[in-house]
């Protein structure tokens, strides 16, 4: 075996399912919890703290049998907005997509003001404006409050 083999990590490609690359290695466990993986009952692989050539250190999560709505597409691009989506079926790359904060974000974030019609009312879903994605900071469309902490739906 030469020296380059026993350096590298080799992990079974997945037929069906989603890859996440690229996330900031302090951010992978808030991709797996907000996203549920920690409950999910097909195969997860997370590694972190991975070497990166353009990052430095980077996390990587792989699911099998799992492909994301929109929704959850924007989740993973507020916790880490560098990183790349590939899509993977029958062993094939379909898709692969750098992720981007969204301008408006419905749902899936709570307002921090606790006197917002959204905290108050169940009916009514958060909606939130973009004002800086670096660093992101959030106005509400209800309130008008203005939040760098985001605290997402549960």
């Given amino acids: 075996m030469s020296d380059k083999n026993k350096r590298e990590l080799v992990v079974s490609a997945i037929e069906n399912g989603t890859v996440i690359d690229h996330i900031p290695a302090g951010e992978v466990y808030k991709?797996?919890?907000?996203?549920?993986?920690?409950?999910y009952e097909d195969e997860v692989l997370i590694g972190t703290n991975l070497s990166s050539k353009k990052y430095g250190k980077k996390g990587i999560i792989k699911v099998k049998n799992k492909f994301?709505?929109?929704?959850?597409?924007?989740?993973?691009?507020l916790i880490a907005p560098n990183a790349t989506l590939i899509v993977?079926?029958?062993?094939?790359?379909?898709?692969?997509?750098k992720l981007e904060i969204?301008?408006?974000?419905?749902?899936?974030?709570k307002c921090i003001n606790p006197n917002c019609i959204t905290n108050i009312e169940d009916n009514i879903e958060t909606n939130f404006t973009v004002v800086d994605k670096d660093p992101?900071?959030?106005?509400?469309?209800y309130c008008e409050k203005t939040m760098t902490n985001i605290r997402f739906n549960e």
């Fill in 68 to 77: 994301f709505e929109e929704n959850d597409v924007n989740k993973i691009a």
């Fill in 136 to 141: 992101l900071k959030l106005q509400c469309h």
């Fill in 31 to 39: 991709v797996v919890k907000i996203l549920s993986l920690d409950m």
């Fill in 88 to 97: 993977i079926k029958d062993y094939e790359v379909v898709e692969k997509r």
């Fill in 102 to 109: 969204p301008s408006t974000i419905k749902q899936i974030v």
